[in-house]
């Protein structure tokens, strides 16, 4: 990575189709020799900084639609975000179908689709989610932070709390803090029998970090109301779905057809959460002048590095 004073820095491995956001003409590139490159022969990822192009979209990301209907709205999200959608979609299909076909497909298929269950398919997905949040936002922040950003600390950190949720997601870590409180009150004479008192404490100390994070990193939001509305809404969303629909299953008979509803509720929910925020984080990188591209094919580095050489020649 290079960095020069006219505004401008480059990150980049290979180009060629868009993740982050739908394909659109570059800005014009500041003069000067390109940076270095490291190309894989398998695959790359390219990302260019540019923070001068952020006013073009400073308004939110998804704005420039404000009366389009759903499927307009649908093509204008970036493709990651609709595959993502798609994917939570998917989990909660094959958790139903695999309880409707238990008997036939055999117990440990039925167990690795299970939406309430750790180490599967579901858990895996859930935590590449919060996984891929916080790396984008640890990419985010170190390259604000290569500009001399003290305020990208606070980006850096809420990186960090989404790699310790996804990393929650495949150790249990709030489930057994759970298990902690109860040698404290014990659950079972209580109206948290089935999940104990772990969303007492741990749901209104994610809002609160979240809430301090981004006030931190505010900076970076100002002007971006979009981007603060999704963010705002996958937070409340991940976390109505994890605490407050798992409070309800200690109302409900367990294993019941009553408990399987708020498990699907309660998971899918999260997943949803989780894509919203993604949604969020891929809009403020864009409109900071970051792009992300994604290419299987190594000649295509060659090919950027010709048409990127013409651009600033």
């Given at each position: 990575?290079?960095?020069?004073?006219?505004?401008k820095t480059f990150e980049r491995i290979?180009?060629?189709?868009?993740?982050?956001?739908?394909?659109?003409?570059?800005?014009?590139?500041?003069?000067?020799?390109?940076?270095?490159?490291?190309?894989?022969?398998?695959?790359?990822?390219?990302?260019?900084?540019?923070?001068?192009?952020?006013?073009?979209?400073?308004?939110?990301?998804?704005?420039?639609?404000?009366?389009?209907?759903?499927?307009?709205?649908?093509?204008?999200?970036?493709?990651?975000?609709?595959?993502?959608?798609?994917?939570?979609?998917?989990?909660?299909?094959?958790?139903?179908?695999?309880?409707?076909?238990?008997?036939?497909?055999?117990?440990?298929?039925?167990?690795?689709?299970?939406?309430?269950?750790?180490?599967?398919?579901?858990?895996?997905?859930?935590?590449?989610?919060?996984?891929?949040?916080?790396?984008?936002?640890?990419?985010?922040?170190?390259?604000?932070?290569?500009?001399?950003?003290?305020?990208?600390?606070?980006?850096?950190?809420?990186?960090?709390?989404?790699?310790f949720l996804s990393l929650d997601e495949?150790?249990?870590?709030?489930?057994?803090?759970?298990?902690?409180?109860?040698?404290?009150?014990?659950?079972?004479?209580?109206?948290?029998?089935?999940?104990?008192?772990?969303?007492?404490?741990?749901?209104?100390?994610?809002?609160?970090?979240?809430?301090?994070?981004?006030?931190?990193?505010?900076?970076?939001?100002?002007?971006?109301?979009?981007?603060?509305?999704?963010?705002?809404?996958?937070?409340?969303?991940?976390?109505?779905?994890?605490?407050?629909?798992?409070t309800l299953s200690n109302f409900v008979?367990?294993?019941?057809?009553?408990?399987?509803?708020?498990?699907?509720?309660?998971?899918?929910?999260?997943?949803?959460?989780?894509?919203?925020?993604?949604?969020?984080?891929?809009?403020?990188?864009?409109?900071?002048?970051?792009?992300?591209?994604?290419?299987?094919?190594?000649?295509?580095?060659?090919?950027?590095?010709?048409?990127?050489?013409?651009?600033?020649?």
């Amino acid at each position: 990575m290079s960095s020069r004073s006219g505004g401008k820095t480059f990150e980049r491995i290979v180009a060629k189709e868009p993740l982050l956001s739908a394909a659109q003409a570059s800005a014009a590139p500041v003069p000067g020799d390109l940076p270095a490159e490291w190309n894989d022969p398998m695959r790359g990822v390219s990302i260019d900084f540019d923070e001068a192009d952020a006013p073009q979209s400073a308004a939110g990301a998804g704005a420039a639609h404000p009366r389009a209907g759903a499927s307009a709205i649908w093509h204008a999200m970036p493709v990651l975000v609709r595959v993502m959608f798609a994917l939570d979609l998917l989990m909660g299909v094959l958790y139903i179908v695999s309880r409707r076909l238990r008997d036939s497909i055999g117990k440990p298929l039925v167990n690795f689709f299970d939406l309430n269950g750790e180490t599967n398919l579901p858990s895996w997905y859930s935590a590449g989610q919060l996984a891929l949040i916080g790396a984008l936002l640890v990419v985010f922040a170190g390259a604000q932070l290569r500009r001399g950003a003290r305020a990208a600390w606070s980006v850096m950190l809420g990186g960090v709390a989404f790699l310790f949720l996804s990393l929650d997601e495949t150790t249990s870590i709030h489930e057994n803090f759970g298990y902690w409180l109860d040698h404290l009150r014990h659950r079972r004479h209580t109206v948290f029998a089935q999940t104990g008192f772990w969303m007492v404490i741990c749901a209104p100390l994610f809002l609160a970090t979240l809430a301090l994070l981004a006030w931190g990193a505010r900076r970076y939001l100002i002007g971006r109301r979009a981007v603060v509305v999704k963010l705002a809404i996958g937070a409340v969303v991940f976390v109505v779905a994890a605490a407050g629909i798992e409070t309800l299953s200690n109302f409900v008979v367990p294993h019941g057809t009553g408990a399987r509803i708020l498990v699907v509720l309660e998971e899918i929910g999260e997943m949803t959460g989780a894509t919203i925020m993604l949604w969020g984080v891929c809009d403020l990188i864009r409109t900071h002048g970051i792009r992300l591209f994604v290419s299987e094919n190594a000649d295509d580095a060659a090919a950027f590095r010709r048409n990127a050489q013409a651009r600033l020649d």
